[in-house]
């Protein structure tokens, strides 16, 4: 047997269609969006524009033109961060947060950002109350994480954006662990800034990701260089996504990118999100009341995703994930998973956990055949 439970790190396989449009861009187009004013470079541009356009609808953005494609969401999330931030403003964000967001805001603290990290409970709920309680006259941004690539926690997102909107304060979401897993309206959210991986739930492959930007934004550029159109002047142009994209893009991981977008505008976000819950109630189901171990998720389905983290008593994570990966053809990630203000927060910042992450191309015979052989090994 053999498994890929690590979706929720980089979600494999893709959709075939991003297989055949990155083989199609790299064979017969070829050429670099705003680059070139040629045939191809029209059709690469195209490609570029309509990857723009399907992403603003599956995340309900009210601008395409807002989309500013990046490597990753960490490009994603320090580009916001340090396009807003200057020394003397407050940004209040949560205790459990990835590295992307975490160590650049501890950048920023060294720069005379004041950083405030509301605390989570130990399964990761957070209080939109305590968020309202922490702002101050300085604070100019929330920023947090949608759900938590350890414990799966879903924030309330909704809750923050209305908060942050009635106060008049800018509202940014890392969207990694949510973005085509589960429903984001930047719009109904109140977001003013959301930053996504491609090569995730969005099913394209490494090295693509982006920022939206609400309309009317205007962010520092952190990072110069050529646009491809408006060449004379010496400063970036004032537009997005120009403004935010220097240098040659990633052309045929976006022609992936948009293949993987439209695969989940056609299955549906709901539909997606309903498969990976009945596979991680099936492992959860499979794995509670082992001696010993411990689920770190929330209780209630719908207050996670996909990500089912564990500590056993008496083993090292990493471990159980090297047997699991070489006996088994398992594949799951353990130790502290880029987050260990996550794993603080749940109390295993000392060992980090087990993580298994199910995908859409999971299937339930997987998911048993994964609890059997992890039981065997305890
Ligand atoms: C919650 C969260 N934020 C940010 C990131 C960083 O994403 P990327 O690897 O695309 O930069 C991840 C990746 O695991 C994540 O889970």
Redesign the pocket.
């Known amino acids: 047997m053999s498994a890929y439970l690590d979706n929720?790190?980089t979600s494999w396989p893709k959709p075939e269609t991003v297989y055949q449009a990155m083989d199609h861009f790299m064979r017969e187009v070829g050429a670099t969006p705003g680059r070139g004013g040629h045939r191809r470079e029209e059709e690469a541009a195209r490609i570029a524009d309509e990857t723009r356009a399907a992403l603003a609808e599956l995340f309900h953005a009210p601008d395409s033109q807002g989309v500013a494609f990046t490597?990753?969401?960490?490009?994603a999330?320090n580009m916001a961060l340090k396009g807003l931030l200057k020394p003397g403003d407050h940004v209040i964000t949560s205790s459990i947060?990835?590295n992307?967001?975490w160590r650049p805001l501890k950048a920023l603290e060294r720069r005379g950002v004041a950083v405030t990290a509301v605390p989570c409970a130990r399964d990761g709920a957070l209080n939109p109350a305590e968020v309202e309680a922490a702002i101050r006259p300085s604070t100019r941004l929330i920023a947090m994480?949608h759900?938590?690539?350890v414990l799966g926690t879903i924030l309330p997102v909704a809750e923050v954006g209305a908060l942050a909107r009635r106060r008049g304060i800018l509202f940014l979401v890392?969207a990694?662990?949510t973005a085509g897993a589960y429903p984001i309206d930047m719009q109904a959210m109140n977001i003013d800034l959301l930053?996504f991986?491609g090569?995730?739930g969005l099913f394209g492959p490494h090295g693509t990701?982006g920022l939206v930007v609400r309309p009317g934004l205007t962010l520092e550029t952190w990072i110069e260089g050529g646009s491809g159109t408006e060449s004379a002047p010496e400063t970036m142009p004032e537009a997005l996504p120009l403004r935010l994209e220097a240098g040659t893009q990633n052309a045929a991981g976006i022609a992936g990118l948009l293949a993987g977008v439209r695969f989940v505008l056609e299955q549906g976000v709901e539909r997606i999100r309903q498969h990976e819950m009945e596979l991680t109630a099936l492992l959860i189901e499979a794995l509670r009341g082992t001696p010993g171990l411990t689920i770190l998720s929330p209780d209630d389905p719908a207050q996670r995703t996909a990500v089912v983290s564990v500590t056993v008593a008496g083993y090292v994570p990493e471990q159980l994930a090297d047997v699991l990966d070489q006996v088994f053809d398992i594949a799951t990630r353990a130790g502290l998973?880029?987050?260990p203000q996550a794993h603080r927060t749940a109390g295993t910042l000392e060992n980090g956990a087990l993580r298994f992450s199910p995908g859409y191309f999971n299937t339930a015979d997987e998911i048993h055949e994964t609890a059997a052989a992890f039981l065997s090994i305890l």
């Open positions: 929720a790190a490597m990753n969401a960490t490009q999330i947060e990835h992307a967001m994480l759900a938590s690539n890392d990694a662990q930053a991986p090569h995730k990701g998973h880029c987050a």
